[in-house]
Structure formats: C-alpha cells, structure tokens
C-alpha cells in the first residue's frame, strides 16, 4: 500500500479523495494548501502527491513546480485535479512538472483506478 | 545474409496494385469543394506506401515518379496546395501513369518513358505552382474512413511508434506503465529500439532513450489509445497507426505466413503523426531491425480475418467436391434398388448425405464468390472520364457493390457492363442542354445496381436520359430488312430490336460506342455465361438494361430428358413447362415447321432427335412425346423428346478441356451412374434450327 | 539428337498391323466402356467418356485412319494420350483392337514412311520400323488429331470394307 498526500482547500473534496483512497488501504494524509502540502511532504516521504489546481496560500502548480525540485520528489508522480473548463491549466502544470491530471468531476473507481495505474 | 527480395516483389506488386486502385478511389471521391482529411491522407498513405516498397524492391522508376505525386499530395494535405480539378485530373493521369510503370516493371517490360517523363512534368508544374489552401479542409474521421479503402482493407489493429523524451520519466511518467495499460486494451507485441542510447560513458539512469513499438493486435477505438497517452502527449513521439490487411482471393503463391506479412502499418493519420512515422523509419534504417516488426506473428495473437488461397486450390477442391456430388447421386440411385429396400438406416443416411453434399457444395462456391464492386469499381473514373470527354454532367450512382457472385463470372460481366455504361452515357443521356430543354436536371444519372434474386444474379445498368427512340429503331430494321416493312411490333419487339447483330441506330459512329460492338455482341457474352438481358425503357424517361446472371458458372440445376437412348440436360432456368400435347395443339405453319398452339400463342417446337441427330427417337408423333417449353432472350419454344427423366443438380464441366465447342451444347456433366450427358445451349438450339431451315429453302 | 538415342514406343494392333506411339504421350490404359456420342462429330470420334471428371473424347483409330470397322471386344482397349492444342493440354482417347508391348527403337531404325499407295493416310505416319521380324508403324499424334487433317478419303473406303 502507497503512502499518499492529498491535498485539497475544498473539504468535501478532500474527504471523497481520502476517504476513497484509505478505503483501498492506502496510508493516506492531507493538507489543506500548497504551503501545508509543501511543509508535510518535507516532513516525510509520499510515493504519490494529488493536489487540486486552485488553492489560496500556494497553488497546485506552484506545489508541483516546488516539490519537483526536490530531490525525494524528482521521480514521484505528481497528479493535479482540474476541470475540463481549464484545460491551459492542464499545460501550465505539466510545464511545471505534473506527471498527469485527474478530470472534476470523478468518481471513486475514476480515481482509484488512475492512482492504480500510476502506482504500477 | 543475403536476403533475395524477389521473393517479395510477387505481393509488392499486388499491394501496390491495389494502392493504385485506392488512390484512384480516393481521388475520385473527392469533393474538391470540401476535402475530406480521411480521403486525402487514404490517397498519401497509398502513395506513401508505393514508394516505400519500390524503393525497396529496387523500382526506381516507380519510386521516383511516385515520390513527386507523394509531394504534389503532401502539399495538399498540409494546405500548402489548394485543392482544384486541375490538381485532381494530374493525379488521374498520374494514377494511369503509375499503373503502366508497374505493370512494366512487373512484366519486365519497357514502360512508356515518354509518358512518364510528361505526366511527372505535369505533376513538378503543379507542384511548383502552389496555391495556398483558401480553408482548412473540412471533415473528419477515424474510424470511419471511407468505403472505398474499409471495401479493400481491413484493419487487424494498431501500430504505436513510442518515443517518449527524456522529460518524460522526470515528471514521474513511466513508460513501462503505459505499454503495460497499452497491454490490457488488447493482446500486445511490443518491441523496443535501444539504438538510441547514448554509450556507457554518457548513460544517465534517469533518461530514457528508448523507443518503443507496441502493436495491438487488436482494433480497439483509437480515442482509448490516445487516452493512455494523453499525460504525455507533449513528453513523446507517438504514432499511432493502424493496421490493415489486404483482403483478396487471388490466384498466387501466397502461404498463410506470407498472408500475415501484409499485417504490416501503412502510413499515418494526421499529418504531425505522419512525418514522425517517417522520423521513425529512419530510425529503424539506423538502427538495423529493432523496431521492424519480425515478418510472421505469433499464431496465438494474429487475428487473422481471411487468408489468402490459391486459386486453384481452390477450385481443384470445387472439383472434388463435384465428385462428391457425383458419387452421391450414384448412391441416390441405388436408393430404388429392389435388394436394398427395407434399410432404413442407409435409407436415412443417403437422405442426410444429400442434405451434406449439397451443403458442402454450397459453401465451397462461396469461396470462388467475389463481390461484384471488384468491377463496378472502375466505372466511377470511366464515367467520370466520358462525361467530360462528352460535355455531360453525368452522376453515377452504384448500389449492391457487396452483392456476391462467382469469379469468373466477374471477370466476364465487366466488357458488357462497360459497353452498356458508355451506351447509357453516349447515347443514353441527352446533352444539358437539351435535358434543360425538356424540363429534366442538368446532370445525368446513370445507375449500377446489382442484387440477388432466387438463384441468380441480376445487374440493372440504367439511366435518366432520352430512352429508346422506337420510331428510328423501327425505320432502321425495316431499313435494313430485319423486319417486314408493314410488320406490326409491340414496343417491346421494338426494343428488342436493339439486340439484332448489325443493329445500330447512330448514324454518325462516335468514339465510344460505335465501335462495332452492337448490343447483339453484349447479349452473345451473357449468354455465353447462362445469363439473360432484357431492355426496358420509357421515351424521355431512360433505359434499363436488366442482366440475369447465374450465381455460379459450375453448377445448376437441370431437367434431364431421353430422346432414344441418349440423355440430355436443359438448364430448368430456360424450362417454362413441360407437356404432352394433344392432337388439337398441334400446327404446321409454312408447310413444314411443326408448332404448337399454347393459349392462344404459337410456339414452334424443335424436334431434338432430327437436329442432333440422335439415332432411334423412340417416338416420332409430337403427341406421343413430350414437349419442353423453354424461353430465351429472343424467344419461346417447344423441344420435343421422348421422356422427361429426374430433375438434378448438375456440375458443369467443359466441353473445350478436351474437345471443342459443339453447336447447340454448352457442356457436359457427369450422371450418378459415370456417363457423361449434354447440356442443351437453348439458344444455340433455335439457332441451329434456323440454319437448317435456311438450307431447305435454298 | 545422337545415333545412340533410342525411345521407347506403346505397341498395339489394329487387325493383322502393328502401329506404335510414344510412350511418354500415353496418359493411361482404359479398358473399353460406353460412350456418349456427341453430335456433328466426325465418324471416327466415338464419343465422350469420363476420366475421374474430366471429360475426354474417344477417337475410333480404325474409323480415323480409314481401316474397315469391327464390333469391340474384350480386349479393345483405349489409349489416353496428351497432346497440345492451342496451348493447351488435352487428353484423348483412341480405341485400339488390342494392346502389345512397349518397345525401344533407336533414331537409326526408324525409317520414313515409303512413298508408296498405302491402306493409311500417310500424314498420319511418322515413319517406320520393326519389331521381333515386323513392320511397326509410329503414328504421329498430332496430325491424328487434327480434325482439319482430311477425313476418311472416300476412295479408300470401299476398298478396304
């Protein structure tokens, strides 16, 4: 089981995406922004981060680009979650070093079949 | 290790052969106003793929000419050229001129270098005088791509060329992960080319050099493809093409391993994807072998939808099988056998043997049974080509293509239904300005349609113009003593008319039709193979041609009959009715020529035994035999034999292997007991008989 | 072709003559069975016989090499032979009295066929040669078969009736 960061300022969001994740038994936490995201994933070592795109405090993108250049991070797959309504975002966070992109809306099998897939 | 390509220039040219069909196709259904992408790039991945295998196989001639009509058509694709008749007639001409190189190089003879030299002249000029695309040409589609190259190609799966970037793996994507997602759409072979991999020294773990060809053996929606891909689009190369396999049944040599071969991509779908095909293969040429797909797929994977077969393979198992259909009506007879009554079991097991045989029959003539867009395929250019030549806006319009007939009789339709096609748009279709005149619409229809109809074939060659001008018939035959000049005709007798050798009403003999070849020349050839035609037409309206065709020229059904001891067969297509006439019925009109009279209709009869000479007729009054009423094109008539015998499925055999054409015979078969038995022509018969007839008077 | 070349020959007899073909024309040995008689034919072609499903005339060789006709017996026999025809080739019958041996006859020993009144049509001699203290006559199979190769002269007829 994969060691996952969620990472979401909506709770409702951010509670489907853990509470699916633990339920497939993946040790899950979250953070709430990126600035929150940034400080757990320093604390310790995910093997999957997924972070909604608009945050106050520090975007997804921002998250991603900052977290890519950290030397723990620089393989590990990075997923953002957008909206087809923004699909610039879609290029914005692959430049700056997202692994791939998970589209809102989604439901549980959407989601853990992509973290499946992405985990191997 | 020398390898000798010549071993491949047998399916280079069949391949080829068809890509010139598809071009041809393609171009032709281009609709200049809105181009349809699919359409253009059918057309380049055709051309693309001719000058693949020429350059290859060593055709340089056929490769270079066919790397400026690659050009010409890149241009259109990308919109660098727009797209206008002018562009769509060179490449016509160029098809032509691509056709006649392989042919030579195929025969190994010369090819009209000349021709060549121009046509790709025409082709630089085009090229040269580049008009940008005013619009993006419009439309789309994958998996609906036209008709023309889903009737002629089918595709076995996909080709996905991989080539992800070094970015790549540093976004966390892992190529592994998609091939192994690549792997659970469908049955995959993936082969990877490490050509590119820097050496030892300058190796970085993290990179990834690698290229990966993956082939789905398997045609899966390609949206599900490119969905696996769509994280990475922008950190990879990526081709996906797809494959396709040639469906024809051709005689050749090919092995089922060969047949698998031509499981092999053509080129891409969109332009951005092509060009990386190209960057690929250059790849492969570097590299060696890596990424070529090894020439015979594992047996577990191939989903193989035909194979290719010898023609006579197969038809030395048609043979056999009327063999079988011998012996069966051999034991069929023994059925009746006084010594073998009283065992049912053998009784049941002939039954079922019949229902077997016939079944097996069946289905094996199925394999000689091509669809009949094999000919009506060129009749889109050739009217295309009349019409212009003409002045005529003239619309084709085709149905039935997939109608399924024999082989032969395929290649044996095309001469007449070319002849009809041009006598329907020379002579059929008034010029626009007269249809404008006449309140019809500018353009001209001609109709092709072919569909089954019990037992039979039936091919209607109609159009929408003058129809059939019967006082200038009538004024012709009677010119030209075909028929009396007070004779009174029903419209119909007029029109067939048409069909008299030497009949034809055009005065002034044009460059398509009149070239000696009447109708009378089309009816011998249907008849030639079992078949009918009939005309129908309405002044003003337009012209049907109705042609009945046999589905099959080796088997039929027949009534065998006894005149002595000999035994005959009349196809039971010609048979109307048999009788035993009476007294009452019968006629000597003339003097001598016996007829019978059949509600109210005077149908003369044909003695068999006296025109073929058969030695004792048991039964020389007409009221002691029976009379066959059998009907051809031209007429109804009576043969008079001594005994009506079973009615049987018949294998027919040739009569010309061995021998040579009898007159009034047109074949043989052999009956259940080995003997061999003629098969009546029973239009040659009436003819025969006016012969002889002809000879009394004189 | 050397001296020393010899071929080898399928002897039969027609009455009290022995003719002789090449044997790498000869197909198969049938023994005699009915025919269907096929009509405008000439008078030496029997008829049409079937072969495992192929359809093969019989030529009546007395009839076509102008000999007076007798009825078939046990031992009348027909020779299928392999000729070329247009490009193609044909398989055809010709009924013999009976059937004798093969023989070998080298280049040397054949003779031309003498220019003398014979009871046969000449063009269909290729030429002469003997066998056990016989003459042997080699007919050619080509002109045997040509149906333009005149028929029966009628002159000949009565003379050997």
């Known amino acids: 089981m994969a060691k996952i960061l969620a990472v979401d300022d909506s709770a409702s969001m951010r509670q489907m995406v853990v509470f699916t994740l633990r339920a497939a038994g993946h040790d899950v936490e979250e953070a709430e922004n990126g600035v929150q995201a940034l400080e757990k994933a320093r604390a310790s070592t995910f093997d999957l981060v997924i972070s909604d795109v608009n945050m106050p405090e520090m975007n997804g993108i921002e998250l991603i680009r900052l977290l890519r250049q950290e030397s723990a991070y620089q393989f590990t797959p990075l997923l953002m979650l957008t909206t087809e309504s923004a699909p610039e975002k879609k290029a914005e966070g692959k430049a700056a070093g997202a692994t791939g992109w998970i589209v809102k809306p989604f439901n549980p099998d959407q989601l853990l079949s992509i973290v499946k897939k992405v985990l191997g | 290790m020398g390898i000798d390509l010549s071993q491949f220039h047998h399916i280079f040219f069949e391949e080829s052969f068809e890509n010139v069909d598809l071009l041809e196709q393609g171009l032709l259904a281009l609709d200049i106003t809105q181009p349809d992408v699919e359409t253009i790039n059918t057309i380049f991945r055709a051309a693309h793929s001719i000058k693949g ?411 929408d113009g003058g129809g059939i001008n019967r006082d200038r018939v009538l004024q012709k035959a009677r010119e030209r003593g075909l028929v009396p000049a007070d004779g009174r005709l029903t419209p119909q007798q007029i029109d067939e008319l048409i069909f008299e050798p030497g009949f034809s009403t055009q005065e002034a003999v044009t460059d398509l039709s009149g070239r000696g070849v009447g109708m009378d020349v089309v009816r011998r050839n249907v008849q030639a193979l079992g078949g009918s035609i009939s005309v129908e037409s309405e002044e003003g309206k337009g012209t049907t041609f109705i042609i009945r065709l046999p589905l099959t020229l080796a088997i039929m059904d027949g009534q065998l009959i006894q005149v002595g001891d000999e035994t005959y067969i009349i196809p039971l297509v010609s048979v109307v009715e048999s009788l035993e006439p009476d007294r009452a019925m019968i006629h000597y009109v003339g003097g001598d020529t016996e007829t019978i009279k059949l509600r109210g209709e005077y149908v003369p009869v044909i003695r068999l035994a006296e025109i073929l000479g058969v030695h004792q007729p ?81 | 072709m050397s001296d020393i070349a010899t071929r080898e020959y399928l002897t039969f007899s027609l009455g009290d003559e022995v003719y002789a073909i090449d044997i790498l024309r000869v197909r198969e040995i049938r023994s005699w069975e009915t025919v269907t008689r096929v009509p405008f034919a000439n008078l030496w072609e029997c008829g049409l016989v079937n072969v495992r499903g192929a359809i093969v005339p019989v030529t009546d060789l007395r009839r076509r090499l102008g000999l007076s006709t007798r009825p078939f017996d046990k031992h009348t026999v027909v020779i299928l032979v392999g000729r070329r025809d247009n490009d193609r080739d044909k398989i055809c019958g010709l009924v013999v009295d009976q059937l004798n041996d093969v023989i070998s006859a080298s280049a040397t020993s054949i003779q031309d066929a003498p220019r003398f009144r014979s009871r046969i049509d000449m063009r269909f001699v290729s030429g002469l040669t003997e066998h056990a203290g016989r003459m042997v006559i080699l007919l050619n199979l080509d002109t045997l078969f040509d149906t333009q190769a005149g028929a029966v002269p009628a002159d000949l007829e009565g003379e050997t009736q």
């Open chain 2, 53 to 463: 295998g020429a350059g290859t196989f060593g055709f340089q001639m056929v490769a270079d000419f066919t790397h400026v009509m690659e050009n010409l058509l890149d241009r259109i694709r990308s919109g660098q050229r727009t797209l206008d008749q002018d562009v769509v007639d060179i490449l016509l001409g160029s098809v032509d001129c691509l056709r006649m190189l392989l042919t030579a190089a195929r025969e190994g003879g010369e090819p009209d270098r000349a021709l060549c030299v121009a046509q790709q002249e025409r082709l630089e000029a085009a090229l040269s005088d580049s008009r940008p695309a005013s619009a993006e040409p419009a439309g789309e589609g994958e998996e609906g791509a036209d008709s023309a190259s889903a009737r002629v190609s089918e595709q076995t799966g996909w080709r996905i060329v991989f080539h992800p970037h070094p970015e790549l793996t540093q976004r966390g994507n892992d190529p592994l992960r998609l091939i192994r997602e690549l792997k659970e759409l469908a049955p995959a072979r993936v082969t990877c080319d490490s050509s590119q991999l820097p050496s030892w020294d300058k190796y970085e773990p993290t990179r990834c050099d690698l290229i990966w060809t993956i082939e789905l053996m398997q045609v899966v929606p390609r949206a599900q493809i490119e969905d696996i891909f769509s994280w990475v689009e922008d950190e990879c190369d990526l081709a996906i093409v797809p494959m396709v396999k040639n469906v024809v049944l051709e005689g050749d040599n090919s092995s089922p391993s060969q047949a698998s071969q031509e499981s092999r991509p053509i080129a891409a779908g969109v332009s951005q994807i092509a060009s990386m095909t190209e960057e690929n293969e250059n790849h492969d040429k570097k590299s060696g072998q890596v990424t070529r797909p090894p020439t015979s797929l594992p047996s577990g994977h191939t989903i193989s939808q035909s194979i290719r077969v010898d023609l006579p393979k197969v038809d030395a198992l048609i043979n056999m099988v009327g063999e079988l259909v011998i012996t069966q009506s051999m034991l069929n007879m023994l059925r009746d056998e006084p010594e073998l009554q009283g065992y049912d079991r053998l009784h049941e097991g002939l039954a079922q043997l019949q229902r077997q045989t016939r079944a097996l029959q069946e289905g094996v003539m199925q394999i000689r049974m091509l669809p009949i867009s094999f000919c009506f395929s060129r009749f889109p250019r050739m009217v295309r080509d009349l019409g212009r030549q003409l002045g005529k806006d003239i619309e084709l319009v085709m149905s039935g293509e997939n109608t399924e007939v024999d082989k032969t009789v395929i290649e044996k339709i095309t001469d007449p239904l070319v002849h009809l096609v041009r006598n329907s748009i020379d002579h059929g279709i008034e010029p626009s300005e007269a249809r404008e005149a006449a309140g019809k619409p500018r353009t001209g229809h001609v109709w092709l349609r072919a569909y089954h109809q019990v037992g039979n074939i039936v091919i209607e060659v109609a159009d």
């Open chain 2, 618 to 698: 048991v039964r020389p009054a007409l009221e002691d035999g029976i009379v066959v009423i059998v009907e051809t094109d031209r007429q109804r008539y009576g043969i008079f034999v001594d005994d009506l015998l079973n009615q049987q499925q018949i294998v027919i055999k040739s009569l010309e292997d061995n021998y040579r054409r009898v007159p009034g015979i047109s074949g043989a078969t052999i009956l259940g007991d080995g003997r061999v038995a003629l098969i009546l022509d029973v239009d040659g018969l009436m003819g025969l008989l006016k012969e002889k007839e002809g000879m009394v008077h004189e």
